[in-house]
């Protein structure tokens, strides 16, 4: 059972680059969510898709963009990446929305260092 | 807004106690727990729902006082393996959660 699994696991950027994260699960959750993860900054959320079709921003959006693709597929892009943007990024799913009391489901995360 | 973890950092000798807590300055509707270990990912340990009822997971127990919008988290003598970053993670009332910056709890034998 993968549950939720992200590619690439690291990644070296140059500024100005762009690139797409991606994140899958096979749990049939209809939620997922992207966060990033900074030393002493715990986890604060980039977007989220509450359900297919739908996409919100999270606390820190500013130089992201988002793709629900489908039901299992949710992809973080960064148009033009910023060394500010180094971090490690890790996507989450869960059944539903934090209100229905389901745990989130984290993968293993993305090591991204821009130059 | 960002609830509050506390303390930031703990170190303790295998077999004793720990308290780790949350406060939030808004209304809380539940508080997740969950505990991430050195390179890995966070790993979902419980959810505390209004009403005060105190949920267990192994050797480790929470409560959430919803009047105080505080949750705390209990570690009873605590095992190498409770080693790792614990995080609160909030339910303000929208579809996510909003997560604390995390208490390092590091375990000796």
């Known amino acids: 059972n993968a549950g939720v699994t992200q590619t690439p696991k690291f990644q070296v950027l140059k500024t100005g680059q762009s690139m797409t994260l991606q994140c899958a699960q096979d749990?049939?959750?209809?939620?997922m969510y992207w966060y990033r993860q900074d030393p002493g900054m715990g986890l604060r959320l980039i977007y989220y898709s509450a359900s297919e079709g739908t996409t919100d921003k999270g606390e820190v959006p500013n130089g992201y963009n988002v793709s629900r693709l489908n039901k299992r597929e949710f992809s973080l892009r960064l148009e033009s990446a910023a060394p500010s943007q180094t971090s490690v990024y890790f996507c989450a799913s869960s059944a539903q929305g934090p209100q229905s009391n389901q745990p989130q489901h984290f993968g293993d995360g993305t090591r991204l260092s821009i130059l | 807004q960002q609830p509050v973890q506390s303390p930031q950092a703990v170190i303790l000798r295998e077999g004793e106690d720990a308290v780790i807590n949350c406060s939030s300055s808004?209304?809380?509707?539940?508080v997740h727990w969950y505990r991430q270990k050195h390179g890995e990912a966070p790993v979902f340990l419980m959810i505390?729902?209004?009403?005060?009822e105190q949920k267990g997971h192994e050797k480790i127990s929470a409560s959430f006082n919803e009047k105080k919008q505080q949750s705390s988290l209990y570690l009873t003598a605590s095992q190498l393996s409770y080693s790792g970053t614990y995080f609160c993670?909030?339910?303000?009332?929208?579809?996510?959660?909003?997560f604390g910056q995390g208490t390092r709890l590091t375990i000796n034998p």
């Open positions: 749990m049939n959750h209809n939620s």
């Open positions: 993670g909030t339910d303000q009332g929208a579809q996510k959660l909003v």
């Open positions: 808004k209304a809380l509707y539940s």
């Open positions: 505390l729902l209004k009403g005060g």
